[in-house]
């Protein structure tokens, strides 16, 4: 509110909250390095787990960075970029969340503090963006080339990934399935690989141990066959892949049809039945022993079905039609008149089992399977939920390491040289900036400095140790944190993709740098009387509450 010769000027809408300088940014800074400290005891192999639990009384227990800031409610407009954060890092590299939003507070943190020495937010914001465009450049001469058929590389990866979380009792079965499963999916052309990690279907079942997580060169369908006198087992399977239903068809304009006999309705329903005979025996005509139907399957049509000796399962959702379609060679069909036998898919093997309990349908034996099911298992429903996680993580790191075929050591190794590369940088610049990029260079340290603190060792030891063997040129130096011990990484085989860490410390300047350039925060606060649904404010007026 503003006044004019004693008039007050109303320029907001009543109850509207405006935090303005200093305090906006205070605001915003606290908020995002809260959001960092939630997950930090998360971060590394011997991180903690939270356990999360909802309105209703559901309960989720992960060391999952994205997971965790996904169930939980945040109110804070500049906690909720930091969520967006994780969500980025995962939607494009599927791992490397907590160290994202962990490095974000902290680059906020050490912001904040040249902010209170009278460094001007945007000289921070520049310098901040000069040392992330540096870093990129130093990860990608450190990166270490590998061979991308060496599975034991890529079985590193994964086990990096997987080490840490409640799956890691049974990383050689889980680590050998999620190679397995990315190599068979990948797709080579013009000398590099492709992934379509979403190729790779993660099937959950509560039931045996850890270790009977399996994989299927096909896949599996969470329903049962739809009729009792269908056979449970099919070999040498023909396919046939429909996006349409097996029933008659509802006309789309409304009809009404007058019967005024008994003849005519007799010969009315003999038609029907003639309609859905003809569909049955168009599919036996090509030669198809198994049907996967995307949407309804007639109980009449069911029935011919059974008796053509035909394995049926109905309404499968769209995303695993296309995925058997991609696993046995199958065409999606959309009209049976033109199905073909070219048209039908092959696997050796279709059939119906008991997993836990509940049937479910395996696609099995495909020759050259474009998309592949990992069948997950485990003693509970929270330990499943955890594998599942855990796979979905290491299929995406094999997947990058597999496409950009570099990778680089873990134990904050790649961190601490970035950090004394930048030092060397920062002497070089002459403006403000330098203290800028000196405090990115001081922020990615919190990676190690974390590591330590979460695996009970001294962390100021540990990054003097780390800081010394760097500077003696070792790059690959990392903590061992099972050791306690400064080892070369790369040696010991701790190693993840450079997509992981370059998305991250890219992920963590940007959101850094945008919460520092706000500084004026104007929030509609809803009135207490206008709560109630339609009610309007005096004088009639309509009074939504939206951000001016």
Known sequence: MATLQGTPVLILKEGTQRTVGRDAQRSNIMAAKIIAEA??????????????????????????????LDEIDVEHPA?????????????????????????????LKKAEELIEQDVHPTVVARGYRMAAQKAMEILDEMAIKVDVENEDILKKVARTSITGKNAEYAEE??????????????????GLYEVDVDDIKIEKKVGGAVEDT???????????????????????????????????????TDAE??????????????????????????????????VMCQKGIDDLAQYYLAKAGILAVRRVKQSDIEKIAKATGAKIISNLKDLSPEDLG????????????????FIRECKNPRAVTILARGGTEHVVDEIERSLNDAVHVVAAALE?????????SPEVEVSLRLREYAASLKGREQLAVNAFAEGLEIIPRTLAENSGLDPIDALVDLRAAHENGQKYAGLNVFTGKVEDLDKTGVLEPLKVKTQAINSAAEAAIMILRIDDVIAAKELEKDKGAGESGPGGEDTDTDFD
Do not use: C, W, Y
């Open 39 to 68: 997950v930090r005891t998360t971060l590394g192999p011997r991180g903690m787990d939270k356990m999360l639990v909802d309105t209703l009384g559901d309960v989720v227990i992960t060391n999952d960075g994205a997971t965790i």
């Open 346 to 361: 092959e696997a050796g093997l279709v059939e119906e089992k008991k997993i836990g309990d509940e049937e479910m349908v």
């Open 173 to 190: 079965v889980l680590t050998d399935v999620v190679v397995r499963a990315v190599k068979k999916v990948a797709e080579r052309s013009d």
């Open 214 to 252: 399996e994989l299927i060169d096909g896949i599996v369908i969470d329903k049962e066959v739809v009729h009792p006198g269908m056979p449970k087992k099919v070999k040498d399977a023909k396919i046939a892949v429909l996006k349409m239903e097996l029933e008659v068809k509802e006309t789309e």
């Open 404 to 412: 950009t075929g570099k990778v680089v050591a873990g134990g904050g």
């Open 79 to 107: 906690a909720k970029m930091m969520v967006e954060v994780a969500k980025t890092q995962d939607d494009e590299v599927g791992d490397g969340t907590t160290t994202a939003v962990v490095l974000a507070g902290e680059l």
């Open 257 to 290: 049809i007058q019967i005024t006999s008994p003849d005519q309705l007799k010969a009315f329903i003999e038609q029907e039945e003639a309609m859905l005979k003809e569909m049955v025996d168009k599919l036996v005509e090509a030669g198809a022993n198994v």
